[in-house]
Structure formats: C-alpha cells, structure tokens
C-alpha cells in the first residue's frame, strides 16, 4: 500500500490551489516568459505559465512554497499544459520533456524539504496532467460533426512523453485532471498502464473530471456516473471534480460520486463562477464554510482548490475541514 493511500485511511489531505492564480499576481510580461533561456524565440510566450518552471523557476519554487506553508499535502506540478499537443500553440513541442521534468524536480525540491522539516507531516508531489487543446469526442468543425483533430492512438503517445518525463523528475502520483472528454482521460490512462508495464514505473493515478455546467455533465455529455464507469478500469486511488463550477454549484455532483465511486474522493472546485472580469469572487471563509459541509456528509477524502484559489483560501479551507473525519472509502461490487 502506498504511503499517501495509508493517510487516506486516517483523515483528509489537501491538494494546493490554482497555479495559474498565483502566477497572475506577478504580472509577468513577454519577456519575463521566455527569459534568458528564450530571448530570441520567435513566438511569443506570454501566457504559457508551464514554461515558466524553466525561465522563471524560483516564482513557481515560492507558489509552492505558499500553498506547503498554507498546509497543503499535495502540491501539483505546473504542467497542466505541458504536452505536445496544447504547447504546438507556443510553438514549444520539443520542450516538453524538459519542462515535465524540470517542473516535477521544483515541486519535488519543495516538497522535500517540507517533510524534512516536519517528518510528521509528508508532502507529496502530483504530477499535473491536463486534458489538452484537443477532444477525441468532439469535433471542433460545426458543419462536420464526424470530423476529429486527434485520435486516441497520437493522445496515447503523447501522454506517454509527458507522465514518463514527470516520473522521470521525480511524482509520486499522477493527476489526470479537468477532464471534459473522457476519450481523453482513458487515453491518460491506457499511457499511464502502457508505462508501467514498459518501464516499470507504477505510481498511484487520481483522476478529476469536470462538471461543465449545471446540467450535471462532462463536455463530452457524460453524467458524473457514466464518467466513473468509464475510467473505473484504471484502478485509480482517487476519482474526484474540479473546475469550471465553484463549490456552491458542486454538491450535488460531487455527492452522486461519492455514492457511486468504491475509491477515495477528491474535490477541488473553482472560488465561485468566474465575473465579468474572469475573476472569482468566493472568499476563502465561504468556500471553507461550503467544503467543511461536504466534508461532514461524507464526500471527501482529498480537499483543495481550483481557478481562483489562492493559499488563503487553502487555509481556510483546511482549518474547517482538519477535524472532520474522512469520507469511509465503500466495499461495493466492482461493474465487470
């Protein structure tokens, strides 16, 4: 049994907040992007926040930092992007492996040091695998319905290239996370199973789909149920949701997965629904209030936070939810 699935057993653990967030507030330019190492690349840069663990690796080191000091168990690399197919957009494809790497040695560095302070209290590394800029579902031609900007097969390969490099700097679980097409999500799996029995590489997997809207489904028109039976075969620790919806639109999904799911649960939802502004307003009291909620109906193992989340909201977060017990993980017949 994994160290992590041992804690689960005992209490909540907390996942970190929004990467992306914390970023924001260093008001980066074009050149504080590609650095040095990129000065002279002839694409611009602003905005690929993964790229920032090799130009401007000691800001994502303190955003680790501040999400550890704020008591969180888990800390995510900043690799939500950090695969072929969304970095063509920045024209980086051949920096995947590096950036994988370099961001998973960072959060690792971070995280270590942390446990070694406080031995009683170990922090983990998960390592951040977004859905990418493409569906396997859904085709992004209205007037072609049949037509699909990728296949299973090429997901396959390049979620390979990206979990192998994570492992590789040093994860000791894989997040498969924001998942809008479950297409996707399997072919994160199959990558992952595929890496394991190639490479030996058996780390413990959480995967965390998304509720789009108040419909209750994935943007791939899957119900929280459906998306549970369809991934269920990759065995993975925890199943949980994040994003798109703040914690207040959550609950009812979260608590159907929770009655459905026979693993550990994970909730990590957005401060609220993004304003006029594309900013979230949920305070960190309120969406603390909100979580300690779920967490004393049973629906939570694994708590933190999404888009908007900032370390104060982690803190909040954890100071409702630290004495509350966790979700008791079910003994239900697996679907053959």
Same mark, same amino acid.
């Given at each position: 049994?994994?160290?992590?699935?041992? @804690? *689960?057993? +005992?209490?909540?653990?907390?996942?970190?907040? %929004?990467?992306?967030?914390?970023?924001?507030?260093?008001? !980066?330019? /074009?050149?504080?992007?590609?650095?040095?190492?990129?000065?002279?690349?002839?694409?611009?840069?602003?905005?690929?926040?993964?790229?920032?663990?090799?130009?401007?690796?000691?800001?994502?080191?303190?955003?680790?930092?501040?999400?550890?000091?704020?008591?969180?168990?888990?800390?995510?690399?900043?690799?939500?992007?950090?695969?072929?197919?969304?970095?063509?957009?920045?024209?980086?494809?051949?920096?995947?492996?590096?950036?994988?790497?370099?961001?998973?040695?960072?959060?690792?560095?971070?995280?270590?040091?942390?446990?070694?302070?406080?031995?009683?209290?170990?922090?983990?590394?998960?390592?951040?695998?977004?859905?990418?800029?493409?569906?396997?579902?859904?085709?992004?031609?209205?007037?072609?319905?049949?037509?699909?900007?990728?296949?299973?097969? @090429? *997901?396959? +390969?390049?979620?390979?290239?990206?979990?192998? %490099?994570?492992?590789?700097?040093?994860?000791?679980?894989? !997040?498969? /996370?924001?998942?809008?097409?479950?297409?996707?999500?399997?072919?994160?799996?199959?990558?992952?199973?595929?890496?394991?029995?190639?490479?030996?590489?058996?780390?413990?997997?959480?995967?965390?789909?998304?509720?789009?809207?108040?419909?209750?489904?994935?943007?791939?028109?899957?119900?929280?149920?459906?998306?549970?039976?369809?991934?269920?075969?990759?065995?993975?620790?925890?199943?949980?949701?994040?994003?798109?919806?703040?914690?207040?639109?959550?609950?009812?999904?979260?608590?159907?997965?929770?009655?459905?799911?026979?693993?550990?649960?994970?909730?990590?939802?957005?401060?609220?629904?993004?304003?006029?502004?594309?900013?979230?307003?949920?305070?960190?009291?309120?969406?603390?209030?909100?979580?300690?909620?779920?967490?004393?109906?049973?629906?939570?193992?694994?708590?933190?936070?999404?888009?908007?989340?900032?370390?104060?909201?982690?803190?909040?977060?954890?100071?409702?939810?630290?004495?509350?017990?966790?979700?008791?993980?079910?003994?239900?017949?697996?679907?053959?």
């Amino acid at each position: 049994m994994h160290q992590i699935e041992e @804690l *689960l057993q +005992d209490r909540i653990l907390f996942l970190d907040g %929004a990467m992306g967030t914390m970023i924001q507030r260093y008001k !980066l330019d /074009e050149e504080a992007y590609r650095g040095e190492q990129f000065k002279d690349f002839p694409h611009n840069q602003k905005g690929n926040n993964d790229l920032l663990s090799i130009t401007q690796a000691q800001i994502i080191e303190e955003i680790h930092e501040k999400f550890l000091e704020a008591g969180a168990d888990i800390i995510e690399t900043n690799t939500f992007n950090s695969n072929k197919i969304s970095m063509a957009d920045y024209h980086m494809e051949d920096q995947v492996v590096a950036i994988n790497i370099a961001s998973a040695q960072i959060a690792r560095k971070v995280a270590d040091r942390f446990t070694n302070e406080n031995p009683d209290k170990p922090r983990f590394v998960a390592g951040s695998i977004g859905p990418t800029t493409k569906t396997a579902s859904l085709s992004p031609d209205v007037n072609n319905p049949g037509f699909r900007s990728v296949d299973f097969d @090429l *997901l396959v +390969d390049v979620y390979y290239e990206q979990a192998k %490099a994570l492992a590789q700097g040093g994860v000791d679980l894989f !997040l498969v /996370e924001t998942v809008i097409d479950t297409l996707n999500c399997k072919a994160a799996i199959f990558a992952i199973l595929k890496l394991k029995d190639e490479e030996g590489v058996d780390l413990p997997l959480m995967v965390s789909g998304t509720i789009t809207d108040a419909s209750g489904r994935t943007l791939s028109g899957q119900t929280v149920e459906a998306f549970w039976y369809s991934i269920s075969h990759g065995n993975p620790i925890t199943v949980g949701l994040n994003c798109a919806l703040g914690a207040d639109q959550i609950r009812p999904f979260i608590e159907e997965l929770s009655n459905k799911s026979w693993t550990y649960t994970s909730l990590h939802p957005n401060a609220g629904l993004p304003n006029e502004f594309e900013e979230y307003d949920d305070s960190p009291e309120h969406m603390a209030k909100v979580m300690a909620e779920f967490a004393q109906a049973g629906f939570i193992n694994i708590a933190g936070g999404c888009c908007g989340t900032t370390p104060e909201h982690l803190e909040a977060i954890i100071a409702s939810l630290k004495e509350i017990k966790p979700r008791e993980k079910p003994v239900l017949a697996k679907a053959i």
